[in-house]
Structures are given as structure tokens and as C-alpha cells.
């Protein structure tokens, strides 16, 4: 057997056993060896790793079943914190989560113009005060980011928004807090999000997480993992050409891209165009530049041009939504971001042109719903993945 | 911890134990009692039980380290076939594999016009034929079938060509043969062949199997399963509506699905109308009805109707893979089916148009390919997922 093998084996056996400590509130180590098959030394051996990193400690005394009384051990869960750092568009958010998903201390910072190392700057701010406040449980910390993120090696491949290029963040987190960092998509962060903490519970373990904002990404959780694919992109459903002839340029330089399309910037320009052009509509070249708020009232009033251009987003965002349920067929969808704030006739729309649009058992049992995290969705997945992803936490700081 | 918790951990240690027996030629109980961390005990029940069920056997003995000399065993691949049989839409074929994927008879059977019952009859009397020629080293049977099949239950809840509904297969073959039986979707079987008997091995543990002939399907391989989705039809591409408006009838009763644009069907139905429209091509009225080695050789010879429509469908083909590529991000995707005939042209447009219409990180890092099973791709996933899969060795036929 290679030494491949060997150490997934090693990590296969901390898992359970860690597993194990997240299920049950207090056990002994020869209770834990009978639940897994593993030997005495086995259990023991990954018992005091976990106990020297802080994560279990022992608890108390308990019942003999004949030889020596057995010590009995428990999760430490108290004393442990993630912070949670959300690098969304239009502001950075930071929150200081224990190991249930409790949020203890938020700092949010607007940000719409902050890019290169300003935005860098920014995000390092918000990190300093979290990390004094909580320095003594702190096990790590989790960033949620829009764009291209290589998870494994903590690098922002590309984000365009904050102009990150082969950013190491992960690097220059893990050397400046000496702890654990992860980095990953804010889409499967918050997907990651609403499967741990959302109120609507997937019957299965898997969960696809749309979020239609300024721009529009997807989240795919596959038996209660984030699923990156190869290249950690999968969930990049904003590029996926919607329209064949004459669409808009995108920012990614095809055109008829979902985004141009279905975002909040794709139907705010849409208005502004509609309105500049001299078009009838509750709005007035006065309003400009258009805000999603008075887009928001215009068409829960009804205005024909609002109403026309958001439910022809929602028309595109639900044939989309449609090949997710035909290439998937994953019964449960979540929408969120800004789009969500057009409501229940605009959430229809989608809903009924995905059923149009996919086979009739495939659309009849998804389930589409507006996520209920609202603005934490992102810190909570990312500080979720610390906890949860029991291979992480094998991650040493930087020395 | 639960009772289900147990029988997951049971079933996960056997699984380990096999899967030392299907990488090593031979090994002592004390040996994968050192490679798993398990007790000697768990180690020395389990193969018990896979000496018990004729799967594992004693085979000598090995040099002692110190005390006794260690009995040694290995895996009786030999012994043990696997009948796989694929329901294809123009023939039935049947075969019996070895644990390795070797084929050691073939039999099949024209089936253009066979549906319901006579289906039936078809199919059980392949199976016959094979099961009297390998009684005694028959471990199951796996079948592949086109249509929406509930692989749990062993269910073809729909197979439009076959003209079956809610067929209970699974519980029909088990009964007749006492064996385990596997029914699945034919792609996803062709995914699951390609990946484990398929010359170009991916990378990763992920794979994408898309199958373009009559109808058009894929099967999705994550870390090294089928994954078939919360509705068991993942991968279910030829109805995603690919052209928004005025595409052809789908028989699924949408317009534009992939199908009817990217199929053998649809590029054969296409050509026909345009021969029989008068349009000047080197196919000729006596050429009616259309087949797919003419339209080969027309492409072949650069017939212009003919590359039309080929290319045309390439392109389309190439737009679907396109989302794929996008939202799951898979690097390795594999090519089958009749359509894979028109060769390297058709390929590069398929190719080019998937480069086209994905983000430039994900179409350069994706490898496309056309499969090189052949006619064997189902037998040969739907064997394997009994041999590999090793939960279903452990169902037992009906008394």
C-alpha cells in the first residue's frame, strides 16, 4: 500500500473519530474503539492529537463496566471561534462564529470603490480588530470571495471586481494570524452556509445555492460537500451563454452571458437605458443613477418597462435553473442575493419557466426557495468549512 | 450513536478490507489488520465473510516475522462473472465479464421495433443464454437501459423507446435468475465503464461520459461513483432547451431541447427534409431513407448540405458541453456514441464551439475526448458497479 493510502487511512480514522466527538456529548476512548473497530492504540493515538490541539479534552469520570473507571472526553466547543469574512461586492463583512454557527461580533466596512492591495488593506483591517477580540479561541479563519479561488493552495486566481490576481491570501492570512485559513468562492461558502445553517433542510445531502446579484454564481453541495469540480469553479453558472445571437458584452468578453442578462446590474443598466431612451415608466431621469430600491418599488407598483425587464431576468435566471435541475437533477435550490428582493412574483417567474424548460419529473420535485441566512450566508459557510472540514484543521499555521 | 451509524461502519470496513484484496495478489489478516488500523478480530470476521460468499480464499502461506507462519488469501477473480446487458435503442446486447472487465461471450439482438412485453421477452432471452452457459460463477447481473430507472428499487420508471413504464426489471430478473441485479441509466453505465476500463484515465476521480446518438445523454462520475442525482437522472442533457425560440418538437413535448438538434436523428431527419426540399447535395432521393454511413461518407467527401449540418450540430453539442464544463468543472469529458462516427472534424467543432462559450480557465483546462469501449461502454459500467460497487455484492437475491 502506497503511503498515499496510509495517510488517508490516518485522516479516514481522525474523521470518524472526530465525527464521533460532534455527535455525542461525552465518551470514553474503549467506547469510541467498539463504535469504530479500531484498536485501543489507534483511538488513543488520534485521542491525544486531538486533545493537544485544543479540540477535546477529558471530562470527567465514568462508569465501570468491571476494570478501571474510563475517562470520558468531549468536544470543546465553547471555547472555539472562526472568524467568518465576507469580501462581497459592495462591502467587506467579518464575524467572529463558534462551532454551533453562533455569531458573535460583526464588523462590516463599505468598499464599492477599494480594489488591489486598498481592498487587501481593507479586509487586513477588519481581521486585526476581530482577531484582538477573540485571540485566545480563535482556531481559524475562513474568507468567502467572489471569483476564481484555488481552495487548496489559498490563492485568488482572479477576482475581477477587487482586480486580485494570484493573490496568495490564504499566504498572508496564515502568516500574519498564525492560524489555519481557508479561501474559497462566496457562492460555495454560502452554499455551504445554507446547507449547515438554512432553514429549509434538503432531504438529501446535496443543495445547489443560486445567488443572482451583482453578479450570479452557484454553490453545488454533493453529499454535504462543497463540490469545486477540477479547477474549483464549478457553480460559475453567470457565464453560461443564455442568449446564441446579439447579446450584450459581458465583463468576460463572450456575450449573452446569464449575468448581462439576470444580475442586478444587467436589469439596473436595462432601466437606465430603457429610461434615457425616452421609454413611459414610473421612473424619472431624476432617479438616476437607478438604485434597486426604486427598482424594487417600481415594480411592486406595477410599472410595465420594470415589470417587463425583471421578469424577463427571471425568465433567463429560471432557464438556467433548469439546466442545473436537467444536468443535476438535485431536488433542492436556494436562491439568494439581491434579485431576491423583487419577491414572490419575480421568484414565480423563475420557478415557472424552470419547470417549462425541464422534463416534467425532473422540475416537478425541485424545490425552489429563497435562502433565509440573508447577509451572513458567506461568513457562516466559510467559518462552517473550518469547523466541519475535519481535514483543515489537520492545516498548521505558518511557523 | 444510531444503528444506521453502525451498519455505515460496518459496511465501511469491509469496504476497505475488499479494496486491499482488489489492489494486493495476496496478503495475511495480520497484515490488513496493520494497513487498516483495525482490530485483528474485525479484520478476521470480515473475511470470514467474504471467505463464506466465495469472494476471497486461502491460498497459502507466508514467511513468519516471529510466531506462527501467517496464512495468506486473496481475491477468487476468476471465479466470479458478471452478466452486463444494454438495452440500446436499435439492439440488445448481453455479455459475461470478469471481475477485470475481461468479456468472455457476447450475444445480441436486432430490436428496431421490439417494445413493451416482446422487450421484455427479448432481454430474458440474452440472459438465458448467458446465465445457462455461467451458472455456477455468476455473482449478478447489471443492466443499462435508456430512460429514467430508480436504480434503488431497480425500477425503469420511463424508457420511451422500449415503451416501458413503472417496470419493476430489477425485481423481474432477480426473481428469474436469484441473483443481484443492477439497473441503471445507459449513460451513466457508460460513464462508469469509461472510467474504470477506459483508455484515458482521468487526472482526478471525476469524469463526464456524454453519449450522442439517437437520443443524447451523460453520465457523471464524482470521486469515482455515479452520481445520478436526488431524481436519479443526472446527467440528463438532450432536453435542455438549447434554442429559445422556434426549435423543432422534442418528443418529450418541448421545442429545441439538444436532441432535436444534435442527435443522429436529428442531423438524418434534417437531411432528409433538405434532400427531399430539393437542396443540391451529392446524397440522392434513392438514397431515402437516409442512413448514418451515408451522411458519414457525405461529410467525409464535404458535401456542403451534409457539413451544414453536422458542423451545425457540433455546435450545439459543443454549446452543452459548454454548460457542463461551466457548472461542474470537470477537466476529463468523454465523447461516445453514433454521432462520434463523423470523426476529428466534428470533434474540433465541438471542441471549438465548448472553447467558445465557457470562461477561458475552464475550456483550456478540459480535456474532450471520444471514448474507446465502443459497443461495450454499458456492459462493461453496468459489470463493474457490481464487481466495484461493493455495497450490492452484499444484497442477496430473492429466496
Same mark, same amino acid.
Given at each position: 500500500?502506497?503511503?498515499?493510502?496510509?495517510?488517508?487511512?490516518?485522516?479516514?480514522?481522525? $474523521?470518524?473519530?472526530?465525527?464521533?466527538?460532534?455527535?455525542?456529548?461525552?465518551?470514553?476512548?474503549?467506547?469510541?474503539?467498539?463504535?469504530?473497530?479500531?484498536?485501543?492504540?489507534?483511538?488513543?493515538?488520534?485521542?491525544?492529537?486531538?486533545?493537544?490541539?485544543?479540540?477535546?479534552?477529558?471530562?470527567?469520570?465514568?462508569?465501570?463496566?468491571?476494570?478501571?473507571?474510563?475517562?470520558?472526553?468531549?468536544?470543546?466547543?465553547?471555547?472555539?471561534?472562526?472568524?467568518?469574512?465576507?469580501?462581497?461586492?459592495?462591502?467587506?463583512?467579518?464575524?467572529?462564529?463558534?462551532?454551533?454557527?453562533?455569531?458573535?461580533?460583526?464588523?462590516?466596512?463599505?468598499?464599492? $470603490?477599494?480594489?488591489?492591495?486598498?481592498?487587501?488593506?481593507?479586509?487586513?483591517?477588519?481581521?486585526?480588530?476581530?482577531?484582538?477580540?477573540?485571540?485566545?479561541?480563535?482556531?481559524?479563519?475562513?474568507?468567502?470571495?467572489?471569483?476564481?479561488?484555488?481552495?487548496?493552495?489559498?490563492?485568488?486566481?482572479?477576482?475581477?471586481?477587487?482586480?486580485?490576481?494570484?493573490?496568495?491570501?490564504?499566504?498572508?492570512?496564515?502568516?500574519?494570524?498564525?492560524? &489555519?485559513?481557508?479561501?474559497?468562492?462566496?457562492?460555495?461558502?454560502?452554499?455551504?452556509?445554507?446547507?449547515?445553517?438554512?432553514?429549509?433542510?434538503?432531504?438529501?445531502?446535496?443543495?445547489?445555492?443560486?445567488?443572482?446579484?451583482?453578479?450570479?454564481?452557484?454553490?453545488?453541495?454533493?453529499?454535504?460537500?462543497?463540490?469545486?469540480?477540477?479547477?474549483?469553479?464549478?457553480?460559475?453558472?453567470?457565464?453560461?451563454?443564455?442568449?446564441?445571437?446579439?447579446?450584450?458584452?459581458?465583463?468576460?468578453?463572450?456575450?449573452?452571458?446569464?449575468?448581462?442578462?439576470?444580475?442586478?446590474?444587467?436589469?439596473?443598466?436595462?432601466?437606465?437605458?430603457?429610461?434615457?431612451?425616452?421609454?413611459?415608466?414610473?421612473?424619472?431621469?431624476?432617479?438616476?443613477?437607478?438604485?434597486?430600491?426604486?427598482?424594487?418599488?417600481?415594480?411592486?407598483?406595477?410599472?410595465?418597462?420594470?415589470?417587463?425587464?425583471?421578469?424577463?431576468?427571471?425568465?433567463?435566471?429560471?432557464?438556467?435553473?433548469?439546466?442545473?435541475?436537467?444536468?443535476?437533477?438535485?431536488?433542492?435550490?436556494?436562491?439568494?442575493?439581491?434579485?431576491?428582493?423583487?419577491?414572490?412574483?419575480?421568484?414565480?417567474?423563475?420557478?415557472?419557466?424552470?419547470?417549462?424548460?425541464?422534463?416534467?419529473?425532473?422540475?416537478?420535485?425541485?424545490?425552489?426557495?429563497?435562502?433565509?441566512?440573508? $447577509?451572513?450566508?458567506?461568513?457562516?459557510?466559510?467559518?462552517?468549512?473550518?469547523?466541519?472540514?475535519?481535514?483543515?484543521?489537520?492545516?498548521? &499555521?505558518?511557523?
Amino acid at each position: 500500500m502506497e503511503k498515499a493510502t496510509r495517510q488517508q487511512l490516518k485522516k479516514q480514522n481522525r $474523521d470518524l473519530v472526530l465525527k464521533i466527538f460532534f455527535e455525542t456529548a461525552q465518551i470514553s476512548r474503549a467506547e469510541i474503539a467498539r463504535m469504530t473497530g479500531l484498536t485501543r492504540t489507534t483511538v488513543s493515538d488520534i485521542v491525544a492529537d486531538l486533545v493537544s490541539e485544543g479540540l477535546v479534552n477529558e471530562v470527567g469520570i465514568g462508569v465501570s463496566t468491571g476494570g478501571k473507571s474510563p475517562i470520558l472526553l468531549s468536544l470543546v466547543e465553547d471555547a472555539h471561534t472562526i472568524i467568518g469574512l465576507d469580501l462581497a461586492y459592495n462591502q467587506f463583512r467579518g464575524a467572529v462564529v463558534d462551532l454551533r454557527g453562533q455569531i458573535r461580533n460583526v464588523i462590516s466596512l463599505p468598499v464599492s $470603490d477599494t480594489t488591489g492591495s486598498q481592498a487587501i488593506e481593507a479586509a487586513l483591517g477588519i481581521l486585526d480588530q476581530l482577531v484582538s477580540s477573540e485571540k485566545d479561541s480563535l482556531i481559524g479563519i475562513g474568507v468567502g470571495t467572489p471569483g476564481l479561488i484555488n481552495s487548496e493552495d489559498g490563492v485568488v486566481v482572479t477576482a475581477v471586481n477587487l482586480q486580485w490576481k494570484s493573490l496568495p491570501l490564504g499566504k498572508i492570512l496564515s502568516e500574519r494570524y498564525k492560524l &489555519p485559513v481557508i479561501v474559497l468562492n462566496d457562492c460555495q461558502a454560502a452554499a455551504m452556509g445554507e446547507f449547515k445553517f438554512g432553514e429549509t433542510l434538503p432531504a438529501s445531502r446535496n443543495m445547489i445555492v443560486v445567488r443572482a446579484g451583482h453578479g450570479i454564481g452557484a454553490g453545488v453541495i454533493i453529499d454535504g460537500k462543497i463540490f469545486q469540480g477540477d479547477g474549483g469553479s464549478a457553480g460559475e453558472i453567470g457565464h453560461v451563454v443564455m442568449l446564441k445571437d446579439g447579446g450584450q458584452l459581458c465583463r468576460c468578453g463572450k456575450t449573452g452571458c446569464l449575468e448581462t442578462l439576470a444580475s442586478v446590474r444587467a436589469v439596473v443598466q436595462s432601466a437606465q437605458n430603457r429610461l434615457e431612451n425616452g421609454e413611459t415608466t414610473c421612473l424619472k431621469i431624476s432617479d438616476l443613477p437607478i438604485t434597486v430600491d426604486r427598482m424594487v418599488e417600481a415594480y411592486q407598483a406595477r410599472d410595465r418597462m420594470v415589470v417587463e425587464i425583471i421578469d424577463e431576468a427571471g425568465k433567463f435566471l429560471g432557464g438556467a435553473i433548469a439546466i442545473l435541475v436537467s444536468t443535476l437533477n438535485i431536488h433542492h435550490i436556494i436562491l439568494m442575493g439581491e434579485m431576491t428582493r423583487f419577491g414572490d412574483r419575480w421568484l414565480d417567474v423563475v420557478y415557472q419557466t424552470m419547470m417549462k424548460s425541464t422534463l416534467p419529473h425532473q422540475g416537478r420535485d425541485t424545490h425552489l426557495h429563497t435562502g433565509t441566512l440573508r $447577509d451572513n450566508d458567506v461568513i457562516l459557510g466559510a467559518s462552517a468549512l473550518l469547523a466541519g472540514n475535519y481535514a483543515l484543521l489537520m492545516r498548521q &499555521p505558518s511557523p
